[in-house]
């Protein structure tokens, strides 16, 4: 399998980037050098988002609110780690605002993005659970502000909230049957194949019945698809040849839908 061409970023200047954000949102203003708080999200929007998001999403207002106080605050910047691949996990996180990718590396620095995810959205409860090494990594794509849920909290919840268990329990259904198409993709289609399945699922990101995907570089949907980004650049080529899609700046239109999912194994 082929993907991304970038190389795996130094763990230990990333891990020193981590270690000099605290959990109170402030940024440094690069015009006067000197460091202004972020508006961050309030406790009740913070719980009203809660409520959208599996596990939480059948907890009553107080309780959400209570999961609230109770967690801690991150704000990340563009481009840097929220956790490593293969490290300790014991907490997880709701994404309150922005967005954030989660991407495995290969031993030789090869990388491939597992899901994009916008807010709200909850992520890192698989090691959270078992107690295993976190199984990707995971990396803020815009400025993005985090609830830090503990271990503690969460088995808390499970003990105590029966449709946190249930929640729980259809999140990580979800993530199987991802990870199952995934494979699948991988195993049975071509490239061209797995090209036209993303462009597909990106266009369906940028809202029902679109017709043109979400902003994607060539680079970032090669680390989607498993791919390197020449191979990847003639797909969209062949693709665009005949009919099926036309380039749109740094997004993709979709002209034959049908053609496209026939491509893709749909």
């Given at each position: 399998m082929q993907a991304g061409s970038s190389s795996r970023p130094?763990?230990?200047?990333?891990?020193?980037?981590?270690?000099?954000?605290?959990?109170?949102?402030?940024?440094?203003?690069?015009?006067?050098?000197?460091?202004?708080?972020?508006?961050?999200?309030?406790a009740k929007s913070a719980a009203s988002l809660l409520g959208k998001v599996d596990p939480f999403s059948g907890l009553d207002e107080v309780a959400r609110l209570a999961v609230v106080q109770r967690a801690g605050r991150r704000v990340v910047a563009r481009g840097q780690m929220v956790f490593w691949?293969?490290?300790?996990?014991?907490?997880?996180?709701?994404?309150?605002?922005?967005?954030?990718?989660?991407?495995?590396?290969?031993?030789e620095g090869e990388l491939m993005e597992l899901v994009r995810l916008a807010a709200p959205a909850a992520f890192g409860e698989?090691?959270?659970?078992?107690?295993?090494?976190r199984s990707a990594s995971a990396e803020a794509?815009?400025?993005s502000?985090?609830?830090?849920?503990?271990?503690?909290?969460?088995l808390r919840l499970?003990?105590?909230?029966?449709?946190?268990?249930?929640?729980?329990?259809?999140?990580?259904?979800?993530?199987?049957?991802?990870?199952t198409r995934q494979v699948t993709e991988l195993v049975f289609l071509s490239l061209q194949g797995r090209v036209a399945a993303k462009l597909l699922e990106l266009a369906a990101q940028?809202?029902?019945?679109?017709?043109?995907?979400?902003?994607?570089?060539?680079?970032?949907?090669?680390?989607?698809?498993?791919g390197a980004r020449q191979t990847v650049n003639q797909a969209l080529r062949s693709l665009e040849a005949r009919g099926y899609i036309r380039t749109a700046g740094r997004a993709f239109e979709i002209l034959d839908r049908e053609r496209l999912?026939?491509?893709?194994?749909?």
């Amino acid at each position: 399998m082929q993907a991304g061409s970038s190389s795996r970023p130094a763990r230990r200047v990333n891990a020193a980037a981590l270690a000099i954000e605290t959990e109170i949102p402030e940024d440094l203003d690069e015009r006067t050098g000197t460091v202004v708080v972020v508006n961050d999200v309030d406790a009740k929007s913070a719980a009203s988002l809660l409520g959208k998001v599996d596990p939480f999403s059948g907890l009553d207002e107080v309780a959400r609110l209570a999961v609230v106080q109770r967690a801690g605050r991150r704000v990340v910047a563009r481009g840097q780690m929220v956790f490593w691949q293969d490290e300790p996990g014991d907490t997880m996180f709701v994404l309150l605002d922005g967005a954030v990718k989660l991407v495995v590396w290969s031993r030789e620095g090869e990388l491939m993005e597992l899901v994009r995810l916008a807010a709200p959205a909850a992520f890192g409860e698989v090691a959270v659970l078992d107690g295993g090494p976190r199984s990707a990594s995971a990396e803020a794509v815009e400025r993005s502000t985090l609830l830090v849920v503990t271990r503690a909290e969460l088995l808390r919840l499970l003990r105590s909230e029966e449709q946190v268990a249930e929640a729980l329990l259809r999140s990580l259904g979800t993530m199987v049957r991802r990870t199952t198409r995934q494979v699948t993709e991988l195993v049975f289609l071509s490239l061209q194949g797995r090209v036209a399945a993303k462009l597909l699922e990106l266009a369906a990101q940028a809202g029902p019945g679109a017709e043109r995907t979400r902003r994607v570089t060539q680079v970032e949907l090669a680390t989607m698809v498993g791919g390197a980004r020449q191979t990847v650049n003639q797909a969209l080529r062949s693709l665009e040849a005949r009919g099926y899609i036309r380039t749109a700046g740094r997004a993709f239109e979709i002209l034959d839908r049908e053609r496209l999912q026939r491509l893709a194994g749909g």
